[in-house]
């Protein structure tokens, strides 16, 4: 058996298109990023988000801070976008540098403004089927999963990582579709086995080549969230936590990189076009 690949870079490229003329018939978003620090992960991300929001037509207002900056001047930064009407959408890019708590500074962004759905509030509204934000990880990866047709309903699921990010929101939209859930951490006993059973294993530990072949399941749908950098031969190459030769069990794979990556961003813009029209129908 070979995998099918889940090609996020496509489907994203689709998504964006989509989006671009939803934004061309009506009000043009506008996405307000907060950088502290010169993290050159967190550069690039922020660069990327920036194309992405220009190739819909959007508009971006970044505001940098020093990686000096602690919790007080972050959540000035967040009150500011929070009170500007012209602001449709808010991302924090994370991580934050350390003694900064991310976890105040997220629950300060206005849930209405949230498009990358770390909000606590947006976060429970997951599990109580309520509207709001979701994830923009997660729910790229149901984005990704429905579109090549993956059955959900009454299969087994295993989340390795319990991240508000990732691993909680893709718990809870799971769970919303009927799946039967487990959420895998670092201190669950005979990860291996729990694994053996998953129908769909979604990995987001940021450790690579976690998931190996002995761990999953001819004909299982393998989701790799992890981002990892490895040196080799000199060379710096991003891997994800899923074992290359997963390949030959698995029915569908995510590549790393071209799989939750690309979609995560067409998600976080399409929460935000999603925003800007709720605001436009509101004034």
């Known amino acids: 058996m070979t995998a099918i690949i889940l090609d996020g870079k496509a489907l994203s490229s689709k998504v964006l298109d989509e989006l671009k003329t939803r934004v061309t018939r009506g009000v043009q978003p506008t996405l307000g990023i907060i950088l ?33 900056a602690g919790t007080r001047q972050v959540l000035a930064a967040i009150d500011a976008f929070n009170n500007d009407s ?19 500074c997220l629950a300060a962004i206005s849930p209405e403004k949230d498009v990358d759905g770390l909000n606590p509030i947006n976060l429970a509204r997951i599990f109580e089927r309520k509207p709001g934000f979701v994830a923009a990880t997660a729910k790229g990866i149901m984005a990704l999963l429905h579109a090549n047709g993956v059955e959900l309903a009454g299969k087994r699921a ?53 998931v190996t072949p002995e761990m ?15 040196e080799s031969g000199g060379k710096r190459s991003v891997v994800g936590d899923v074992d ?15 799989g939750v990556g690309p979609m995560t961003i067409a998600s976080l813009l399409e929460n935000l076009v999603e925003a800007a029209q709720e605001r436009a129908a509101t004034a």
Do not use: M, W
Not at 53 to 64: A, H, M, P, W
């Open 36 to 68: 502290v620090g010169e993290d050159s992960a967190s550069e690039l991300y922020v660069r990327l988000k920036k194309d992405a929001c220009t190739k819909i037509g959007g508009e971006f207002v970044l505001k940098r801070l020093p990686a000096s």
């Open 86 to 104: 012209s602001v449709d959408g808010i991302l924090l890019q994370l991580p934050l540098p350390k003694g900064t708590d991310a976890a105040e």
């Open 158 to 210: 295993v989340v390795i990582g319990r991240s508000p990010d990732v691993g909680i929101p893709i718990a809870g939209l799971l769970l919303a579709e009927d799946a039967t859930v487990t959420i895998a951490h670092s201190k669950t006993a005979n990860l291996a086995e729990v694994c053996r059973d998953a129908d769909i294993i979604v990995s987001s530990v940021g450790k690579a080549g976690i």
């Open 216 to 230: 999953v399941k001819d004909g299982a749908v393998v989701v790799d969230v992890g981002t990892n950098f490895v």
């Open 244 to 258: 290359p030769r997963v390949c030959e069990k698995a029915s569908y794979v995510t590549p790393v990189p071209g």
